[in-house]
T-cell receptor, first 114, second 114 residues
């Protein structure tokens, strides 16, 4: 059983399209996150949710909208995709809202915008 | 502002040799520190973490790290490297405010020579 699963693993799409990435965790964790890893492998937080409540909303374009239907799921919807959105997007979860125990990461979604 | 620096972008060691990966942090209080490993095409896996207490922390896969407050460092070590250790290694610090946000270093690529 995969602890944090993301779908799809690869996503190739044209500029201007709208796409979604789904994430599910079966660990019973309270908090989930989205991180973006750029081409230089730099990881930056985008959003976090604790039990369906938005906690962190970093400086991210409004085209990105997270949705958490329940504490086991955190999806990321992206409108009007741009070339600069190409990156690997990681979902993660943590046992508590303070991250004291570290994260469990999904395997990532490689988004390529052409 | 909080930050994490990994001075070595790329390190090459011979199989069986010892390894030390450097991590320096900037933080205004007692930090929560983590080391993660990322294999190609995979998500990040937690190797070890430090909250408080014993400054020498043992992790998975034979890794250990030592917290040195006076040097603001949290270096990762392994006495004998295996070819399967070739990967990207990230140091991270828990951000102030207990939001669960982690700030990552830029990563160190480890190459293992046979």
């Amino acid at each position: 059983d995969t602890a944090v699963s993301q779908t799809p693993k690869y996503l190739v799409t044209q500029m201007g399209n709208d796409k979604s990435i789904k994430c599910e965790q079966n660990l019973g964790h309270d908090t989930m996150y989205w991180y973006k890893q750029d081409s230089k492998k730099f990881l930056k937080i985008m959003f976090s949710y604790n039990n369906k409540e938005l906690i962190i909303n970093e400086t991210v374009p409004n085209r990105f909208s997270p949705k958490s239907p329940d504490k086991a799921h955190l999806n990321l919807h992206i409108n009007s995709l741009e070339l600069g959105d190409s990156a690997v997007y990681f979902c993660a979860s943590s046992q508590d809202g303070q991250g004291h125990y570290g994260y469990t990461f999904g395997s990532g979604t490689r988004l390529t915008v052409v | 502002a909080q930050s994490v620096t990994q001075p070595d972008i790329h390190i090459t060691v011979s199989e069986g040799a010892s390894l030390e990966l450097r991590c320096n942090y900037s933080y205004g209080a007692t930090p929560y520190l983590f080391w993660y490993v990322q294999s190609p095409g995979q998500g990040l896996q937690l190797l070890l973490k430090y909250f408080s207490g014993d400054t020498l922390v043992q992790g998975i896969k034979g890794f250990e790290a030592e917290f040195k407050r006076s040097q603001s460092s949290f270096n990762l070590r392994k006495p004998s490297v295996h070819w399967s250790d070739a990967a990207e290694y990230f140091c991270a610090v828990g951000a102030l405010g207990n939001t669960g946000k982690l700030i990552f270093g830029q990563g160190t690529t480890l190459q293992v020579k046979p």
